[in-house]
């Protein structure tokens, strides 16, 4: 089975500070996404990247970088928190791109205040 | 543009009842379709997929769907409920203009009663 694995499960940050969310698949895909889940608004990509050092602009990446220098990691990164990017983030990876299904982590819940 | 639409943002079954949840999609061609399942405190997990073929899909813990190009809709069906089928559930559509995008729905609350 994929295993995608974000490293903090909660997370409480304070306005203006640099936030990083790591994420770890085990099974070689190529692509990586990262999503935010906000109620009524379902899931809505951010970044994705189809390779190492390869990323592509999403629906919402304002306020919003990546990082991807090994092929099973890929970093979310906050340049400067605000308390509106406080939110669910999923990442998903997939063995290539077209029509292969996502494979999600279980989500970090981040608190900016 | 692709978009998906779940008309349902909330929906309550007694446990036992058949279920359905709407999804309809905006596409020009024939596109990739999927429904994933979200439980409280997880990622989504993929039920089942539509690529092209037979426009009946069977998935995973008994759930089917129905690709109806003239409706432009992938409707997700299970005969009897079960109290762990209560989660949120997310169409999802890729299309050919990027193909390498899932586009979401907003997802639909799915609440089972005893």
């Known amino acids: 089975d994929v295993k995608v694995t974000q490293s903090s499960r909660y997370l409480v940050k304070r306005t203006g500070e640099k936030v990083f969310l790591e994420c770890v698949q085990d099974?070689?895909?190529?692509?990586m996404f990262w999503y935010r889940q906000d109620p009524g608004l379902g899931l809505r990509l951010i970044y994705f990247?189809?390779?190492?050092?390869?990323?592509e602009k999403g629906d919402i990446p304002e306020g919003y970088s990546v990082s991807r220098e090994k092929k099973e990691r890929f970093s979310l990164i906050l340049e400067s928190a605000s308390t509106n990017q406080t939110s669910m983030y999923l990442c998903?990876?997939?063995?290539?791109?077209?029509?292969?299904?996502?494979?999600f982590g279980n989500g970090t819940r981040l608190t900016v205040t | 543009a692709q978009s998906v639409t779940q008309p349902d943002i909330h929906i309550t079954v007694s446990e036992g009842a058949s279920l359905e949840l709407r999804c309809n999609y905006s596409?020009?061609?024939?596109?990739?379709l999927f429904w994933y399942v979200q439980s409280p405190g997880q990622g989504l997990q993929l039920l089942l997929k539509y690529f092209s073929g037979d426009t009946l899909v069977q998935g995973i813990k008994g759930f089917e769907a129905e690709f109806k190009r003239s409706q432009s809709s992938f409707n997700l069906r299970k005969p009897s409920v079960h109290w762990s089928d209560a989660a949120e559930y997310f169409c999802?559509?890729?299309?050919?203009?990027?193909?390498?995008?899932?586009?979401f729905g907003t997802g639909t609350r799915l609440q089972v009663f005893p």
């Open positions: 999802a559509v890729v299309g050919s203009y990027n193909t390498d995008k899932l586009i």
């Open positions: 099974m070689d895909h190529e692509n």
């Open positions: 596409y020009g061609a024939t596109p990739y």
């Open positions: 990247s189809y390779d190492v050092k390869m990323k």
């Open positions: 998903a990876s997939r063995i290539d791109r077209g029509n292969s299904p996502l494979h």
